[in-house]
């Protein structure tokens, strides 16, 4: 079941396929704002270089052209030279391991780059980029203006923990074991569930597994005449005898 | 397929996917570990594609999507070399190549900009009131004292200032010209609409209070580059809002798509015509110079932007 598709399929030239996640306007604003406050810094070092710079050649002005000539470079080159230079990553984007990336999962190239930062300029309005988030709600890929001329996307490159297998805790005792009804049939996608619900368990507070258990526990009980203190135990014994694990030694 | 087989695939299968892992996570040192990764790398996609057949849990399939797009960026997104002399050739080859590809939007663009600049420089010449209307006084106030001395000798350090200023301000002017192409291309109409008004009617002013020489002698090294960078940066927005409104069979984004290399050489010219602009705007437009070098000098300017419009990167 997928309620909402944020990942987009990619096929490697080796015709391997896998999913990205794609990285909406939440994660992108805040790496946004990480490096506004890294341009501040360059700002910062610009402006005491171009004082230096005055002060050893004497000449009025030249500090100030070549501040006019940062701030120009950091307005509008600062995301392209550093995306070219990183794979495709500015400082803010590292931090929130973000990486911009062809719309085919391709790595992109500095035309790809320059084209979605000069961009920026449109998708920015009409404040705070208006028009980009409006397009990213739009596109099945959430690609602002930029990405979609400069042909990228903004991909997450997380890295999701698995669960670990299955564990019966406790184990099912001799006496559950006499009192339980010789068959319980599930279908393949009760098992499904319950081995899903099992997996994830020890991540859960008792009464949160407990109110999902009953969601599946009392229709178990009711067709299989399977009883036990709690959902949860109903749901485990179920899937303990329906699979055979019952009998495991522990 | 029992649940103890799947147990099983995950468990004898978890040590190689971890290494994948641990490698990415630690960064590849050496040729012996790139290898190594590539080599865990291709195993990891195969696993994939037989956990997706398998149906294994979500998560697990999470997770190998997860790793497998990480390697995939950490084995291609190696930084290719030469970046600097591909664009330049880019900007002075391919550019005047993909302009006359496009110079039906070149001209276009060029008449958005020059026709409002004869409109506002006549206007002006032939109506006091006319200037008035368009910018406000205290600017036509500034530009009358700018342009009042015969010599407009800067010292060198205040030259750099202005050709840091001409960067800033005029690059940064023609790159929102192009961005806001991507609005159907009404955004690039304005700005070109707009600017040749407005210098257009500064001319006309000047020309009017008996300045013109003044303003023709300060302007007469740079205005080819940088009238040419203006209208190439709005023939470059034009043609963003031409793809993005008629898409040719394409779908939109396709349409995007196959526009975007002519675009970028579009781009790459208008900043160096731009640059170069700046670059004499600052460091050769206020010099003391006998106007008479001062006009050769931009007539050759022009002659050089033509010659370089018209037949570079021909083959």
Same mark, same amino acid.
């Given at each position: 079941?997928?309620?909402?598709?944020?990942?987009?399929?990619?096929?490697?030239?080796?015709?391997?396929?896998?999913?990205?996640?794609?990285?909406?306007?939440?994660?992108?604003?805040?790496?946004?704002?990480?490096?506004?406050?890294?341009?501040?810094?360059?700002?910062?070092? /610009?402006?005491?270089?171009?004082?230096?710079?005055?002060?050893?050649? =004497?000449?009025?002005?030249? !500090? &100030?052209?070549? *501040? %006019?000539?940062?701030?120009?470079?950091?307005?509008?080159?600062?995301?392209?030279?550093?995306?070219?230079?990183?794979?495709?990553?500015?400082?803010?984007?590292?931090?929130?391991?973000?990486?911009?990336?062809?719309?085919?999962?391709?790595?992109?190239?500095?035309?790809?780059?320059?084209?979605?930062?000069?961009?920026?300029?449109?998708?920015?309005?009409?404040?705070?980029?208006?028009?980009?988030? /409006?397009?990213?709600?739009?596109?099945?890929?959430?690609?602002?203006? =930029?990405?979609?001329?400069? !042909? &990228?996307?903004? *991909? %997450?490159?997380?890295?999701?923990?698995?669960?670990?297998?299955?564990?019966?805790?406790?184990?099912?005792?001799?006496?559950?074991?006499?009192?339980?009804?010789?068959?319980?049939?599930?279908?393949?996608?009760?098992?499904?569930?319950?081995?899903?619900?099992?997996?994830?368990?020890?991540?859960?507070?008792?009464?949160?597994?407990?109110?999902?258990?009953?969601?599946?526990?009392?229709?178990?009980?009711?067709?299989?005449?399977?009883?036990?203190?709690?959902?949860?135990?109903?749901?485990?014994?179920?899937?303990?005898?329906?699979?055979?694990?019952?009998?495991?030694?522990? | 397929?029992?649940?103890?087989?799947?147990?099983?695939?995950?468990?004898?299968?978890?040590?190689?996917?971890?290494?994948?892992?641990?490698?990415?996570?630690?960064?590849?040192?050496?040729?012996?570990?790139?290898?190594?990764?590539?080599?865990?790398?291709?195993?990891?996609?195969?696993?994939?594609?037989?956990?997706?057949?398998?149906?294994?849990?979500?998560?697990?399939?999470?997770?190998?999507?997860?790793?497998?797009?990480?390697?995939?960026?950490?084995?291609?997104?190696?930084?290719?070399?030469?970046?600097?002399?591909?664009?330049?050739?880019?900007?002075?080859?391919?550019?005047?190549?993909?302009?006359?590809?496009?110079?039906?939007?070149?001209?276009?663009?060029?008449?958005?900009?020059?026709?409002?600049?004869?409109?506002?420089?006549?206007?002006?010449?032939?109506?006091?009131?006319?200037?008035?209307?368009?910018?406000?006084?205290?600017?036509?106030?500034?530009?009358?004292?700018?342009?009042?001395?015969?010599?407009?000798?800067?010292?060198?350090?205040?030259?750099?200032?202005?050709?840091?200023?001409?960067?800033?301000?005029?690059?940064?002017?023609?790159?929102?010209?192009?961005?806001?192409?991507?609005?159907?291309?009404?955004?690039?109409?304005?700005?070109?609409?707009?600017?040749?008004?407005?210098?257009?009617?500064?001319?006309?002013?000047?020309?009017?209070?008996?300045?013109?020489?003044?303003?023709?002698?300060?302007?007469?090294?740079?205005?080819?580059?940088?009238?040419?960078?203006?209208?190439?940066?709005?023939?470059?927005?034009?043609?963003?809002?031409?793809?993005?409104?008629?898409?040719?069979?394409?779908?939109?984004?396709?349409?995007?798509?196959?526009?975007?290399?002519?675009?970028?050489?579009?781009?790459?010219?208008?900043?160096?015509?731009?640059?170069?602009?700046?670059?004499?705007?600052?460091?050769?437009?206020?010099?003391?110079?006998?106007?008479?070098?001062?006009?050769?000098?931009?007539?050759?300017?022009?002659?050089?932007?033509?010659?370089?419009?018209?037949?570079?990167?021909?083959?």
């Amino acid at each position: 079941m997928q309620l909402l598709d944020t990942t987009a399929t990619i096929e490697t030239p080796e015709r391997v396929r896998f999913q990205y996640r794609i990285a909406g306007p939440g994660p992108r604003a805040m790496a946004w704002m990480v490096d506004v406050a890294v341009q501040l810094v360059f700002v910062l070092a /610009l402006v005491l270089v171009s004082s230096l710079v005055t002060m050893l050649t =004497g000449l009025q002005g030249a !500090g &100030t052209g070549l *501040v %006019l000539l940062g701030l120009f470079v950091l307005q509008w080159l600062y995301g392209a030279i550093l995306e070219t230079a990183f794979g495709g990553q500015t400082p803010g984007k590292r931090v929130f391991n973000l990486r911009v990336v062809r719309a085919d999962g391709s790595p992109a190239g500095v035309q790809n780059f320059m084209l979605r930062n000069l961009l920026r300029a449109v998708d920015f309005l009409p404040a705070l980029f208006g028009i980009g988030v /409006l397009t990213m709600l739009i596109d099945r890929r959430m690609r602002r203006i =930029g990405d979609l001329v400069g !042909g &990228t996307m903004v *991909v %997450l490159e997380q890295d999701s923990k698995m669960f670990g297998s299955v564990s019966i805790e406790p184990p099912v005792t001799e006496e559950e074991r006499q009192s339980m009804p010789v068959r319980v049939d599930l279908s393949n996608e009760e098992v499904r569930v319950i081995e899903d619900f099992l997996r994830r368990r020890s991540r859960m507070s008792d009464a949160r597994a407990e109110e999902l258990a009953h969601l599946l526990g009392p229709a178990i009980t009711e067709r299989s005449g399977l009883e036990a203190p709690t959902w949860e135990r109903v749901l485990t014994l179920a899937y303990a005898r329906a699979t055979g694990r019952d009998r495991e030694p522990t | 397929m029992s649940v103890a087989d799947r147990d099983r695939f995950v468990q004898a299968r978890t040590d190689r996917w971890s290494r994948v892992d641990s490698l990415l996570t630690l960064g590849p040192q050496g040729a012996q570990e790139w290898s190594e990764l590539a080599a865990v790398y291709r195993a990891l996609c195969a696993d994939l594609s037989a956990a997706r057949s398998l149906d294994l849990p979500d998560d697990v399939l999470r997770h190998l999507d997860d790793l497998a797009g990480r390697a995939h960026n950490r084995l291609y997104s190696v930084r290719p070399t030469g970046i600097p002399t591909s664009m330049f050739r880019d900007a002075t080859v391919g550019f005047p190549r993909e302009l006359r590809a496009q110079w039906h939007f070149f001209l276009f663009a060029s008449l958005l900009f020059y026709l409002p600049f004869l409109v506002g420089m006549f206007g002006a010449l032939n109506d006091p009131t006319f200037a008035v209307n368009v910018l406000p006084p205290e600017n036509l106030q500034s530009l009358e004292q700018m342009y009042s001395t015969e010599d407009m000798v800067r010292g060198s350090g205040e030259d750099a200032t202005m050709a840091g200023f001409y960067v800033y301000n005029n690059v940064g002017i023609a790159f929102r010209t192009f961005a806001l192409g991507a609005l159907a291309g009404l955004g690039s109409v304005f700005y070109l609409v707009y600017n040749g008004l407005v210098i257009g009617t500064v001319a006309g002013y000047l020309g009017a209070i008996g300045l013109g020489h003044n303003l023709l002698e300060f302007t007469s090294g740079h205005t080819a580059w940088e009238l040419t960078g203006v209208c190439v940066a709005g023939a470059a927005g034009l043609r963003l809002g031409w793809a993005l409104m008629i898409t040719d069979g394409r779908t939109r984004v396709g349409s995007l798509k196959a526009a975007a290399p002519s675009l970028y050489r579009l781009i790459l010219g208008t900043t160096l015509l731009l640059l170069v602009a700046a670059a004499i705007e600052g460091f050769w437009s206020a010099s003391p110079l006998p106007r008479t070098v001062k006009y050769v000098f931009g007539a050759l300017q022009w002659g050089i932007v033509v010659a370089w419009l018209a037949f570079g990167g021909r083959r």
